[in-house]
T-cell receptor, first 111, second 114 residues
Framework: SQQGEEDPQALSIQEGENATMNCSYKTSINNLQWYRQNSGRGLVHLILIRSNEREKHSGRLRVTLDTSKKSSSLLITASRAADTASYFCATPSGGRRALTFGSGTRLQVQP | EAQVTQNPRYLITVTGKKLTVTCSQNMNHEYMSWYRQDPGLGLRQIYYSMNVEVTDKGDVPEGYKVSRKEKRNFPLILESPSPNQTSLYFC?????????????FGSGTQLSVL
């Protein structure tokens, strides 16, 4: 069952612009994670935000979490060509030790 | 270097020919898991293991087997592969068993079953 759904499915921007991706989920969670995947490669953990946090920063990444709306957003500021990748949100699967991943946002940063 | 190593990277096989995809981690992680990734379906969990000799089914376990005889290794076995198992497979591990643990992923195995 898919818990998180990212929006948009694809995003194309110019280098230097900001990129915003959104994730909506269905059930209550105690944390949410974001991962990046370069084409065909393994996912890499970016950031985790807990349910008692509204915002978290890591370098050029800013993540927000709105538990009342069951949504999260990932903002990448001053994007670079190297940020071109797919980005996934992941939430704990209820009752089972697992993360459930959304279908991802494909980000293309044009140099 | 801390990593999750999967082999092979690419595999082409025929229907019914048993195969094993190996996964090894060098971080002394307790938790290991297999996912498959298909276009439009995202990542779906196949099996996971909380520790040695402890395994459990994920979302899509049919047609797969796993074992966890040693902490570092978690092979994925396809006893009789079928074309619908053509997919990109990822092994992942985390230090602990909590749902707030970050996962470390292998580089993936692209499997084609003809």
């Amino acid at each position: 069952s898919q818990q998180g759904e990212e929006d948009p499915q694809a995003l194309s921007i110019q280098e230097g612009e900001n990129a915003t991706m959104n994730c909506s989920y269905k059930t209550s969670i105690n944390n949410l994670q974001w991962y990046r995947q370069n084409s065909g490669r393994g996912l890499v953990h970016l950031i985790l935000i807990r349910s008692n946090e509204r915002e978290k920063h890591s370098g050029r990444l800013r993540v927000t979490l709105d538990t009342s709306k069951k949504s999260s957003s990932l903002l990448i500021t001053a994007s670079r060509a190297a940020d071109t990748a797919s980005y996934f949100c992941a939430t704990p699967s209820g009752g089972r030790r697992a993360l459930t991943f959304g279908s991802g946002t494909r980000l293309q940063v044009q140099p | 270097e801390a990593q999750v190593t999967q082999n092979p990277r690419y595999l082409i096989t025929v229907t019914g020919k048993k195969l094993t995809v190996t996964c090894s981690q060098n971080m002394n992680h307790e938790y290991m898991s297999w996912y498959r990734q298909d276009p439009g379906l995202g990542l779906r969990q196949i099996y996971y293991s909380m520790n040695v000799e402890v395994t459990d089914k994920g979302d899509v376990p049919e047609g797969y087997k796993v074992s966890r005889k040693e902490k570092r290794n978690f092979p994925l076995i396809l006893e009789s592969p079928s074309p619908n198992q053509t997919s990109l497979y990822f092994c992942a591990s985390s230090l602990g068993q909590g749902t707030d643990e970050k996962l470390f992923f292998g580089s993936g195995t692209q499997l084609s079953v003809l």
